[in-house]
């Protein structure tokens, strides 16, 4: 199948996103099915096309182990439109809490995240609070 040039660069932008959500899910060594079907709304929210969402996330995981420097992930991210940010920053409490708790590492993740996505702290926990609510 061939792609349009601008479907090539949306789909790799898309799975240096989802390296970011499978990052943040294999921060803990448990990353299960909830987190992934979490990943996957998120990328369709975002604009993944249904039928290469299976390789987006495959493309996802190769980049997320190939790499240990978060910067990586985050590039793309820090030049979407607020809306999306914040999409993402969501995405990223959901699945830190779809085991319905935070480990040190995962809020070390989100620290680092905030400032490297210029989220300011009151953004960040009013998002935190706002899933926390919604997992309760």
Known sequence: MFFKKEDENKTNDLAKVAALLIHAAR???DYSKDEEEIIKQSLLKLGA???NLDSIIKEGKIIESDTNQILE???EVKNM???N???IIETLWRIIYSNQEADMYETSLMRR???LLYIDNKTMG???EKI???KS
């Open 73 to 75: 992930f985050t590039k």
């Open 49 to 51: 096309d249904s039928i």
């Open 27 to 29: 921060i803990d060594e």
């Open 113 to 115: 995240l905030a400032g």
């Open 126 to 128: 009013d998002i935190k």
């Open 85 to 87: 940010k914040i999409l």
């Open 132 to 134: 926390k609510k919604q």
């Open 81 to 83: 439109d607020e809306n």
